[in-house]
Protein backbone atom coordinates (compact mmCIF):
# COMPACT_ATOMS: atom_id res chain seq x y z
CA UNK A 1 0.00 0.00 0.00
CA UNK A 2 1.29 3.47 -0.61
CA UNK A 3 1.64 5.78 2.25
CA UNK A 4 2.40 9.30 2.06
CA UNK A 5 3.64 11.67 4.56
CA UNK A 6 3.46 15.54 4.27
CA UNK A 7 4.76 17.40 6.86
CA UNK A 8 2.94 21.07 7.85
CA UNK A 9 5.55 22.92 9.36
CA UNK A 10 3.57 25.91 10.89
CA UNK A 11 -0.06 24.16 10.56
CA UNK A 12 -2.03 24.82 13.43
CA UNK A 13 -2.51 22.04 16.11
CA UNK A 14 -5.63 22.68 18.11
CA UNK A 15 -8.08 23.57 15.90
CA UNK A 16 -9.08 26.85 16.39
CA UNK A 17 -8.90 28.45 13.00
CA UNK A 18 -12.03 29.28 11.19
CA UNK A 19 -13.33 26.96 7.56
CA UNK A 20 -13.71 30.52 6.27
CA UNK A 21 -10.26 31.36 6.17
CA UNK A 22 -8.34 27.89 5.76
CA UNK A 23 -4.95 29.40 3.83
CA UNK A 24 -4.24 32.18 5.57
CA UNK A 25 -5.66 31.38 9.07
CA UNK A 26 -4.03 27.58 9.30
CA UNK A 27 -0.75 27.83 8.88
CA UNK A 28 -1.18 26.71 5.34
CA UNK A 29 -3.36 23.76 6.51
CA UNK A 30 -4.78 24.48 2.56
CA UNK A 31 -1.53 23.30 1.01
CA UNK A 32 -2.43 19.49 3.08
CA UNK A 33 -6.02 18.79 2.38
CA UNK A 34 -4.97 18.79 -1.49
CA UNK A 35 -2.89 15.92 -0.81
CA UNK A 36 -5.42 14.07 1.05
CA UNK A 37 -7.45 14.68 -2.33
CA UNK A 38 -4.76 13.43 -4.24
CA UNK A 39 -3.85 10.39 -2.21
CA UNK A 40 -7.63 8.99 -2.45
CA UNK A 41 -9.77 10.21 -5.53
CA UNK A 42 -10.66 8.66 -8.60
CA UNK A 43 -13.15 9.91 -10.79
CA UNK A 44 -15.93 7.51 -9.47
CA UNK A 45 -13.97 5.84 -6.74
CA UNK A 46 -11.71 5.94 -3.32
CA UNK A 47 -8.19 4.52 -3.22
CA UNK A 48 -9.15 2.07 -0.68
CA UNK A 49 -5.82 0.79 -0.80
CA UNK A 50 -3.66 4.50 0.26
CA UNK A 51 -2.97 6.05 3.54
CA UNK A 52 -1.87 9.53 4.50
CA UNK A 53 -0.28 10.97 7.53
CA UNK A 54 -0.15 14.72 8.26
CA UNK A 55 2.43 16.31 10.36
CA UNK A 56 1.40 18.89 11.50
CA UNK A 57 3.89 21.07 13.71
CA UNK A 58 2.37 24.75 14.06
CA UNK A 59 1.28 26.35 17.00
CA UNK A 60 0.03 25.85 19.92
CA UNK A 61 0.01 21.76 20.75
CA UNK A 62 2.46 20.48 18.48
CA UNK A 63 3.39 17.69 17.11
CA UNK A 64 -0.02 16.03 15.75
CA UNK A 65 -0.47 13.80 13.27
CA UNK A 66 -3.83 13.27 11.30
CA UNK A 67 -4.08 10.04 9.79
CA UNK A 68 -6.57 9.50 6.77
CA UNK A 69 -7.14 5.65 6.31
CA UNK A 70 -8.64 5.00 2.70
CA UNK A 71 -10.07 1.25 3.82
CA UNK A 72 -11.90 3.12 6.20
CA UNK A 73 -13.12 6.37 4.87
CA UNK A 74 -16.40 7.18 4.74
CA UNK A 75 -17.42 10.89 4.60
CA UNK A 76 -14.51 12.41 2.47
CA UNK A 77 -15.73 15.23 -0.07
CA UNK A 78 -12.67 16.42 -2.70
CA UNK A 79 -13.09 19.90 -1.64
CA UNK A 80 -10.48 21.59 0.98
CA UNK A 81 -13.34 22.91 3.23
CA UNK A 82 -15.18 19.68 3.98
CA UNK A 83 -11.61 17.92 4.57
CA UNK A 84 -10.41 20.34 6.73
CA UNK A 85 -13.78 20.23 9.05
CA UNK A 86 -12.33 16.76 9.70
CA UNK A 87 -8.77 17.50 10.68
CA UNK A 88 -10.58 20.42 13.13
CA UNK A 89 -12.45 18.17 14.60
CA UNK A 90 -9.80 15.70 14.88
CA UNK A 91 -7.41 18.51 16.26
CA UNK A 92 -10.27 19.33 19.28
CA UNK A 93 -10.67 16.02 20.50
CA UNK A 94 -8.56 15.24 23.71
CA UNK A 95 -5.58 12.62 22.95
CA UNK A 96 -3.06 11.74 25.35
CA UNK A 97 0.99 11.03 24.47
CA UNK A 98 1.34 7.11 22.96
CA UNK A 99 -2.19 6.71 22.05
CA UNK A 100 -3.99 7.11 18.82
CA UNK A 101 -7.62 7.76 18.72
CA UNK A 102 -10.50 7.41 15.59
CA UNK A 103 -12.49 11.15 15.19
CA UNK A 104 -14.72 9.75 12.03
CA UNK A 105 -14.52 6.66 10.10
CA UNK A 106 -11.00 6.12 8.82
CA UNK A 107 -9.35 9.96 10.55
CA UNK A 108 -7.28 9.22 13.42
CA UNK A 109 -5.17 11.58 15.62
CA UNK A 110 -2.34 11.02 17.82
CA UNK A 111 0.80 12.88 19.60
CA UNK A 112 3.21 11.56 17.10
CA UNK A 113 5.93 13.63 15.24
CA UNK A 114 7.85 12.84 12.06
CA UNK A 115 10.66 10.48 13.43
CA UNK A 116 7.29 8.37 15.01
CA UNK A 117 5.76 8.21 12.43
CA UNK A 118 8.59 7.65 10.26
CA UNK A 119 9.44 4.07 12.82
CA UNK A 120 6.43 2.78 12.28
CA UNK A 121 7.71 1.82 8.65
CA UNK A 122 10.91 0.50 10.18
CA UNK A 123 12.23 -1.99 6.95
CA UNK A 124 9.54 -0.73 4.67
CA UNK A 125 10.68 0.83 1.11
CA UNK A 126 10.93 4.51 1.69
CA UNK A 127 10.77 6.91 -1.54
CA UNK A 128 12.84 10.34 -1.87
CA UNK A 129 11.39 12.38 -4.78
CA UNK A 130 13.53 14.54 -6.09
CA UNK A 131 14.29 16.16 -8.96
CA UNK A 132 18.04 14.53 -9.42
CA UNK A 133 15.99 10.86 -8.44
CA UNK A 134 15.72 7.78 -11.15
CA UNK A 135 12.75 8.89 -13.56
CA UNK A 136 9.84 7.32 -12.07
CA UNK A 137 8.73 5.88 -15.79
CA UNK A 138 12.03 3.44 -15.49
CA UNK A 139 11.34 1.91 -12.62
CA UNK A 140 9.96 -1.13 -11.74
CA UNK A 141 7.53 -0.38 -8.78
CA UNK A 142 5.64 -2.51 -6.90
CA UNK A 143 3.50 0.29 -4.38
CA UNK A 144 4.34 -1.60 -0.67
CA UNK A 145 6.11 2.43 -1.09
CA UNK A 146 6.70 5.13 2.20
CA UNK A 147 6.50 9.02 0.60
CA UNK A 148 7.50 11.51 2.58
CA UNK A 149 7.05 15.10 1.20
CA UNK A 150 7.14 19.00 2.60
CA UNK A 151 3.89 21.05 2.53
CA UNK A 152 4.43 24.58 2.58
CA UNK A 153 8.50 24.38 3.38
CA UNK A 154 11.19 21.56 2.30
CA UNK A 155 11.74 19.23 4.92
CA UNK A 156 14.48 20.93 7.43
CA UNK A 157 18.14 18.80 6.97
CA UNK A 158 17.09 16.97 10.45
CA UNK A 159 14.05 15.90 8.82
CA UNK A 160 15.34 14.95 5.68
CA UNK A 161 18.11 12.90 8.24
CA UNK A 162 15.13 11.27 9.86
CA UNK A 163 14.26 9.97 6.29
CA UNK A 164 17.59 9.17 5.11
CA UNK A 165 18.00 6.93 8.54
CA UNK A 166 15.53 5.05 6.32
CA UNK A 167 17.74 4.46 2.81
CA UNK A 168 15.36 5.87 0.59
CA UNK A 169 15.20 5.07 -2.29
CA UNK A 170 15.51 8.66 -4.92
CA UNK A 171 13.09 9.08 -7.46
CA UNK A 172 12.16 11.94 -10.35
CA UNK A 173 8.64 12.65 -11.02
CA UNK A 174 9.68 15.05 -13.87
CA UNK A 175 11.97 18.29 -14.48
CA UNK A 176 10.27 20.75 -12.06
CA UNK A 177 9.34 20.80 -8.72
CA UNK A 178 5.77 20.65 -8.04
CA UNK A 179 3.80 21.09 -4.99
CA UNK A 180 3.26 18.38 -2.86
CA UNK A 181 -0.41 17.22 -3.68
CA UNK A 182 0.79 17.14 -6.75
CA UNK A 183 3.72 14.88 -6.48
CA UNK A 184 0.80 12.61 -5.21
CA UNK A 185 -1.42 12.37 -8.02
CA UNK A 186 1.47 11.90 -10.20
CA UNK A 187 2.91 9.07 -8.26
CA UNK A 188 -0.26 7.21 -7.80
CA UNK A 189 -0.82 7.40 -11.51
CA UNK A 190 2.23 5.91 -12.24
CA UNK A 191 1.47 3.05 -9.85
CA UNK A 192 -1.37 2.80 -11.63
CA UNK A 193 0.56 2.13 -14.94
CA UNK A 194 3.28 -0.32 -13.17
CA UNK A 195 0.40 -2.64 -12.42
CA UNK A 196 -1.45 -2.79 -15.64
CA UNK B 1 0.71 26.94 -25.02
CA UNK B 2 -1.08 24.19 -23.65
CA UNK B 3 -4.47 24.64 -23.22
CA UNK B 4 -7.12 23.45 -20.78
CA UNK B 5 -11.43 23.78 -21.45
CA UNK B 6 -12.91 22.39 -18.80
CA UNK B 7 -16.89 22.04 -18.93
CA UNK B 8 -19.03 22.90 -15.51
CA UNK B 9 -22.30 21.95 -16.62
CA UNK B 10 -24.26 22.93 -13.33
CA UNK B 11 -21.84 25.36 -12.46
CA UNK B 12 -23.74 28.79 -11.22
CA UNK B 13 -23.73 31.57 -13.82
CA UNK B 14 -24.12 34.43 -11.81
CA UNK B 15 -21.68 34.77 -8.94
CA UNK B 16 -24.56 34.73 -6.39
CA UNK B 17 -23.00 32.27 -4.18
CA UNK B 18 -21.09 31.74 -0.97
CA UNK B 19 -17.84 31.83 -0.87
CA UNK B 20 -18.51 29.31 2.59
CA UNK B 21 -20.23 26.76 0.77
CA UNK B 22 -18.55 25.98 -2.92
CA UNK B 23 -19.14 22.20 -3.12
CA UNK B 24 -22.72 22.48 -2.25
CA UNK B 25 -24.15 26.12 -3.25
CA UNK B 26 -21.98 26.40 -6.82
CA UNK B 27 -22.95 23.45 -8.92
CA UNK B 28 -19.44 22.29 -7.93
CA UNK B 29 -17.66 25.07 -9.20
CA UNK B 30 -15.28 23.42 -7.02
CA UNK B 31 -14.03 20.75 -9.38
CA UNK B 32 -13.08 23.80 -11.98
CA UNK B 33 -11.28 25.98 -9.10
CA UNK B 34 -9.13 22.59 -8.81
CA UNK B 35 -8.61 22.41 -12.28
CA UNK B 36 -7.47 25.99 -12.52
CA UNK B 37 -4.52 24.82 -9.67
CA UNK B 38 -3.64 22.17 -11.72
CA UNK B 39 -3.05 24.65 -14.61
CA UNK B 40 -0.85 27.18 -13.22
CA UNK B 41 0.79 26.24 -10.04
CA UNK B 42 4.62 24.99 -9.60
CA UNK B 43 6.01 24.58 -6.28
CA UNK B 44 7.52 28.31 -6.39
CA UNK B 45 6.52 29.37 -9.62
CA UNK B 46 3.29 30.03 -12.13
CA UNK B 47 2.96 28.14 -14.94
CA UNK B 48 3.23 31.41 -17.55
CA UNK B 49 2.69 29.51 -20.81
CA UNK B 50 -0.90 28.05 -19.93
CA UNK B 51 -3.98 28.88 -20.03
CA UNK B 52 -7.45 27.25 -18.78
CA UNK B 53 -11.12 28.48 -19.94
CA UNK B 54 -14.44 27.29 -17.35
CA UNK B 55 -17.43 26.63 -19.88
CA UNK B 56 -20.43 27.40 -17.26
CA UNK B 57 -23.62 26.13 -18.36
CA UNK B 58 -25.65 26.32 -15.17
CA UNK B 59 -28.52 28.46 -13.88
CA UNK B 60 -29.34 31.31 -14.51
CA UNK B 61 -27.19 33.13 -17.08
CA UNK B 62 -25.62 30.72 -19.15
CA UNK B 63 -23.57 29.80 -20.95
CA UNK B 64 -20.51 31.97 -19.57
CA UNK B 65 -16.79 31.09 -19.89
CA UNK B 66 -14.25 32.29 -17.45
CA UNK B 67 -10.45 32.52 -19.12
CA UNK B 68 -7.24 32.31 -16.56
CA UNK B 69 -4.64 33.42 -18.92
CA UNK B 70 -0.88 32.40 -17.16
CA UNK B 71 0.90 35.23 -18.90
CA UNK B 72 -1.00 38.00 -16.86
CA UNK B 73 -2.10 36.49 -14.00
CA UNK B 74 -1.36 38.39 -10.68
CA UNK B 75 -3.32 37.65 -7.97
CA UNK B 76 -3.69 34.06 -8.16
CA UNK B 77 -3.48 31.64 -4.84
CA UNK B 78 -3.66 27.71 -4.89
CA UNK B 79 -6.35 27.47 -2.43
CA UNK B 80 -10.42 27.00 -3.62
CA UNK B 81 -11.76 29.71 -2.05
CA UNK B 82 -9.37 32.72 -3.79
CA UNK B 83 -9.62 31.58 -6.76
CA UNK B 84 -13.80 31.12 -6.46
CA UNK B 85 -13.53 34.67 -5.24
CA UNK B 86 -11.78 35.69 -8.64
CA UNK B 87 -14.83 33.48 -10.61
CA UNK B 88 -17.53 35.18 -8.33
CA UNK B 89 -16.10 38.50 -9.22
CA UNK B 90 -15.97 37.96 -13.16
CA UNK B 91 -19.49 36.36 -13.08
CA UNK B 92 -20.98 39.44 -11.42
CA UNK B 93 -19.66 41.85 -14.21
CA UNK B 94 -22.08 42.86 -16.93
CA UNK B 95 -20.97 40.87 -19.87
CA UNK B 96 -22.52 41.67 -23.39
CA UNK B 97 -22.87 38.95 -26.21
CA UNK B 98 -19.97 39.05 -28.44
CA UNK B 99 -17.57 40.73 -25.73
CA UNK B 100 -14.93 39.49 -23.33
CA UNK B 101 -13.83 41.68 -20.21
CA UNK B 102 -11.25 41.64 -18.41
CA UNK B 103 -12.24 41.51 -14.57
CA UNK B 104 -8.60 40.93 -12.37
CA UNK B 105 -4.95 40.49 -14.09
CA UNK B 106 -5.30 37.81 -16.39
CA UNK B 107 -8.90 36.78 -15.83
CA UNK B 108 -11.75 37.62 -18.43
CA UNK B 109 -15.66 36.41 -18.28
CA UNK B 110 -17.44 36.15 -21.70
CA UNK B 111 -21.09 34.58 -22.85
CA UNK B 112 -19.43 32.06 -24.93
CA UNK B 113 -20.08 28.67 -24.99
CA UNK B 114 -18.45 25.51 -25.25
CA UNK B 115 -18.49 25.40 -29.56
CA UNK B 116 -17.82 29.42 -29.34
CA UNK B 117 -14.38 28.64 -27.18
CA UNK B 118 -13.76 25.59 -28.89
CA UNK B 119 -13.37 27.55 -32.66
CA UNK B 120 -11.32 29.82 -31.20
CA UNK B 121 -8.72 27.10 -32.14
CA UNK B 122 -9.84 26.30 -34.98
CA UNK B 123 -7.07 24.72 -36.82
CA UNK B 124 -4.91 23.52 -34.05
CA UNK B 125 -3.97 20.49 -32.31
CA UNK B 126 -7.17 18.95 -30.16
CA UNK B 127 -6.13 16.26 -27.56
CA UNK B 128 -8.61 13.63 -26.53
CA UNK B 129 -8.15 11.95 -23.32
CA UNK B 130 -9.34 8.88 -23.06
CA UNK B 131 -8.45 5.19 -21.19
CA UNK B 132 -8.40 3.50 -24.49
CA UNK B 133 -5.81 6.42 -26.45
CA UNK B 134 -2.60 6.16 -26.81
CA UNK B 135 -0.17 5.85 -23.54
CA UNK B 136 0.76 9.78 -23.31
CA UNK B 137 4.82 8.78 -22.70
CA UNK B 138 4.64 7.08 -25.99
CA UNK B 139 4.09 10.17 -27.50
CA UNK B 140 6.31 12.92 -29.07
CA UNK B 141 4.14 16.12 -27.72
CA UNK B 142 4.82 19.61 -28.48
CA UNK B 143 3.18 21.66 -26.55
CA UNK B 144 0.85 23.53 -28.36
CA UNK B 145 -2.21 21.51 -27.58
CA UNK B 146 -6.01 21.87 -26.74
CA UNK B 147 -7.23 19.36 -23.73
CA UNK B 148 -11.24 19.19 -23.39
CA UNK B 149 -12.38 17.65 -20.11
CA UNK B 150 -15.56 17.52 -18.25
CA UNK B 151 -15.78 18.46 -14.58
CA UNK B 152 -19.15 17.10 -12.69
CA UNK B 153 -19.88 15.00 -15.62
CA UNK B 154 -18.06 13.46 -18.98
CA UNK B 155 -18.93 16.02 -22.04
CA UNK B 156 -22.27 14.95 -23.45
CA UNK B 157 -22.32 13.20 -26.61
CA UNK B 158 -23.47 17.03 -28.65
CA UNK B 159 -19.86 17.97 -26.63
CA UNK B 160 -18.17 15.27 -27.85
CA UNK B 161 -19.13 15.64 -31.32
CA UNK B 162 -18.29 18.91 -30.84
CA UNK B 163 -14.48 18.00 -30.11
CA UNK B 164 -14.25 14.97 -32.39
CA UNK B 165 -15.08 17.56 -35.16
CA UNK B 166 -11.73 18.83 -34.20
CA UNK B 167 -10.24 15.69 -35.17
CA UNK B 168 -8.60 15.23 -31.46
CA UNK B 169 -5.74 12.48 -30.97
CA UNK B 170 -6.69 10.05 -28.39
CA UNK B 171 -4.25 9.97 -25.18
CA UNK B 172 -4.22 7.95 -21.90
CA UNK B 173 -3.09 9.08 -19.02
CA UNK B 174 -3.44 5.61 -17.71
CA UNK B 175 -5.49 3.04 -16.52
CA UNK B 176 -8.09 4.52 -13.91
CA UNK B 177 -10.59 6.76 -14.86
CA UNK B 178 -9.44 10.80 -13.15
CA UNK B 179 -10.55 13.73 -11.92
CA UNK B 180 -10.04 16.51 -14.13
CA UNK B 181 -7.68 18.21 -12.36
CA UNK B 182 -5.68 15.11 -11.63
CA UNK B 183 -5.56 14.98 -15.44
CA UNK B 184 -4.25 18.76 -15.83
CA UNK B 185 -1.37 17.62 -13.45
CA UNK B 186 0.17 14.54 -15.35
CA UNK B 187 -0.43 15.92 -18.82
CA UNK B 188 1.60 18.72 -17.65
CA UNK B 189 3.91 16.69 -16.00
CA UNK B 190 4.35 14.50 -18.79
CA UNK B 191 5.09 17.75 -21.65
CA UNK B 192 7.33 19.27 -19.36
CA UNK B 193 9.40 15.79 -18.99
CA UNK B 194 9.07 15.60 -23.36
CA UNK B 195 10.46 19.37 -23.18
CA UNK B 196 13.56 18.21 -21.67
Chains 1, 2 share one sequence.
Not at 46 to 62: K, T, W
Not at 75 to 94: G, H, I, W
Amino acid sequence: MPVFVVVGHRVNTDGLFTLNDLAGSTGRLDILLRCVNSTFFLSNDIRRDAEIYLVLLGEPDAPKTIRFAGSEIKYLNPDERSTAALVKNALMQNVGAGEEINTSPGVYVSRRGLKEVLDVFEGRKFIHLMEAGTPINNMDLDDDLIVVLGGQYDLTEDEENMVKGHEPTPISLGPNKLHANHCITIFLNELDISKQ
